[in-house]
């Protein structure tokens, strides 16, 4: 893996936040700022796949259209167990591929359906339910029926950082900034898979946690993210156990 994909999993951090674009303001000039509260804000949907797992590229596929919807913060996240599968191909290891991402999908399993056993593509919609990657009417229902009301993130570029404000919500949670490739394109030359080309979106490269965020809300930093590269709040319950808010940064 070479240092230019940073791909990286930090058991530390500062105390910082990632957000997400507010409502559009119509009038012309600039608008105060208001306080954060609930909004509609969006609903965070997590693919789970592997570009040595012949089942994915269909949902690999679908991805980028559920990347563009507005009302959704996408996040692509490679697991590692392919990585030893061999075929008449050889084996592919996964370049995007990183253990913790596996854990995290093994607690979302344990969590929803209540099983240690974890496949692959697998779509978790808001950390509370689970469907195949590539079904895409289903992950929209999904979506659909998610809870909306949430904590506004208002978020806004200082400098070489990122400053959110997040409202209050009834149980508070734990943030943490998660950054990822807004387009990666991969030709895969062996395995199970050799011969295909991933074309994908919001390939997470890397989760940092960023602290504790109360009831009452929170203001919160966090660095710009690299050239070509975005990154996206994910504030959720302790153990995965459910999405408090969920925002991308601003562009």
Request: a neutral charge; one cysteine or more; hydrophobic letters at 40%.
């Amino acid at each position: 893996m070479g240092d230019n994909r940073r791909i990286w999993v930090r058991l530390h951090g500062k105390s910082a936040a990632a957000g997400v674009f507010l409502a559009a303001v119509l009038c012309a000039g600039p608008a105060p700022a208001q306080e954060p509260g609930k909004t509609g804000s969006p609903v965070l949907v997590e693919l789970f796949l592997s570009q040595a797992c012949n089942m994915c590229p269909p949902a690999a596929a679908l991805f980028p259209k559920i990347a563009a919807r507005d009302d959704v913060v996408a996040l692509s996240w490679h697991v590692d167990y392919w990585n030893m599968t061999t075929s008449e191909n050889g084996r592919w290891v996964d370049p995007y591929s990183e253990a913790a991402y596996t854990k995290r999908q093994k607690r979302y399993n344990m969590n929803i359906r209540h099983r240690s056993s974890i496949y692959t593509p697998q779509v978790i919609v808001d950390g509370a339910a689970q469907t195949v990657g590539a079904d895409e009417n289903k992950i929209s229902e999904l979506i659909a029926s998610a809870p909306k009301d949430r904590p506004a993130v208002k978020a806004r570029l200082n400098g070489g950082e990122v400053t959110f404000e997040i409202g209050e919500s009834e149980a508070g949670g734990n943030a943490y900034l998660v950054t990822f490739k807004k387009k990666a394109v991969t030709d895969v030359t062996s395995g199970k898979n050799a011969g295909k080309t991933f074309d994908e979106a919001h390939v997470v490269t890397g989760m940092e946690p960023l602290g504790l965020v109360r009831r009452r809300g929170a203001a919160l930093t966090a660095p710009v993210p690299a050239e070509g590269e975005g990154c996206a709040l994910i504030v959720e319950e302790p153990g995965q156990k459910g999405v408090v808010a969920a925002a991308y940064c601003p562009a």
